[in-house]
Structure formats: C-alpha cells, structure tokens
C-alpha cells in the first residue's frame, strides 16, 4: 500500500550538533522523495528533493540520502541552528499518481542551546 | 515573485454548512493541489487541478470538491459540514505537477462548531 513513515516523533538536538531525520518508505514504485519543513503557523516549506536514480544529493547545510535497498531516506541537517527547529515531513510521489504526494506524519525538530 | 496566498486565513462554520475557499498559485504556475492537515491523520492529499481538469484525487467524500479557473486559481468547497472537517486547508502550486517543486501557501484554518 501507500505509506510513508518517520521512525521518530521527535528529535531533541544540541545546538550546533549535526541532526539526523530518518523516514520510511514502502512504495517501491515511487520516484521521486522530497522534504519539507514546516513552521508553526506556516505551510510546508520545500527544502531538498531527490530522485529515485541518486543516493544522494546535498544541499545548503542539508543532506538527504536514498537508500532504494531498505527503503529508507534520511536528511542530515548540519550545524544544527535554533531558526531549524519545526516538524519535518519526507514525502513521496508516486509515479502513477502524477502531482500526489503522500506525506509521511512528520518529526519535530527541537534544538537545545 | 509572490508565493501562494489563501484566503482567508481563519474561519468558523457550523456543522451542516458550506465554505469555500480561495487559493492563488505563483504567478505562471499551472498546477494546484490541495492537502488537509490535521493532528490525527497528517497531511492528505485531497485533489490536484491543472488547466482548469482534475487530474489527481485523494481518498475523500465527494462533500469535498474543487475547481479552478482560467487564471489557474483555484478554490475548493465543503458541503455539510462535519465535525471532523475541522483542519488546516493547504494549498501548493507547481509548473506543471509531477515531480515539479510544489510550493504551498500558509493554509487556511477552518473550524467546525
């Protein structure tokens, strides 16, 4: 079936320290993974993508990596900020469904000083 | 360029009544689609529009229904309103969907009494 999921409700991390969110995938089918942060009182904010032919791709401070193999996705946030702390969402695309994107329920960031 | 806007931004119905609301994609983007968030279930896609079709739905009763116009604005309307109903309403806007980038605009929160 559709479903994608965060092996973690929430992260508690040191600010400064490199923070590691992990998401799981069972849709062998989809291609396309993304991730987005969200803010409270704000919509979802698109922060890094990756397609389903790459294992990794980095970004400004951030890092997600494909693992096709156990179905896993990750994103690394380095030097982790205060201005980082929100829910995080890895989400995916099914190639059958066009614009569908299923979310996975999210991971709240919170940093410590 | 201007991002998504929605409006309105908050909103309080009844059970039994109808909204609707209004969603204004980035300029020379084609594509919209619609999610609910709430606690419970997470974001869910709704419906997606391009070039005024439907083409994309999610797993909702047919009291959710959407349109978009000409100018690839799009709103989206709720008919008797439940309880249950009670959620935030994000829209995003994309090129052309797909694997495009999807932006989404700060939601709209509507809460059924």
């Known amino acids: 079936g559709e479903s994608v999921g965060l092996h973690l409700p929430t992260l508690s991390v040191q600010e400064g320290d490199n923070s590691i969110i992990n998401c799981a995938y069972s849709?062998?089918?989809?291609?396309?993974f993304i991730w987005y942060k969200q803010e409270s009182g704000k919509g979802p904010q698109f922060i890094i993508d990756?397609?389903?032919?790459?294992d990794k791709r980095q970004g400004q401070r951030v890092t997600v990596l494909l693992n096709k193999t156990v179905k896993h996705l990750s994103l690394q946030i380095a030097a982790t900020q205060p201005g980082d702390s929100a829910v995080y969402f890895c989400?995916?695309?099914?190639?059958?469904?066009?614009?569908?994107?299923?979310f996975g329920s999210g991971t709240r960031l919170s940093i410590r000083p | 360029k201007a991002g998504v806007t929605q409006t309105p931004r908050y909103l309080i119905k009844t059970r039994g009544q109808q909204v609707t609301l209004s969603c204004s994609p980035i300029?020379?983007?084609?594509?919209v689609s619609w999610y609910q968030q709430t606690p419970g279930q997470g974001l869910q896609f709704l419906f997606e529009?391009?070039?005024?079709?439907?083409?994309n739905k999610g797993n909702f009763p047919g009291r959710f229904s959407g349109r978009q116009f000409s100018n690839s604005r799009s709103e989206m309307n709720v008919s008797t309103l439940e309880l249950g109903d009670s959620a935030l309403y994000l829209c995003?806007?994309?090129?052309?969907?797909?694997?495009?980038?999807?932006?989404f605009g700060p939601g709209t929160r509507l809460t059924v009494l």
């Open positions: 995003a806007s994309s090129l052309s969907g797909a694997t495009d980038t999807q932006y």
């Open positions: 849709n062998s089918a989809s291609d396309y």
């Open positions: 990756i397609r389903s032919n790459m």
């Open positions: 989400a995916e695309n099914l190639r059958s469904s066009a614009s569908k994107i299923i």
């Open positions: 300029s020379g983007h084609r594509s």
């Open positions: 529009y391009f070039s005024e079709t439907q083409r």
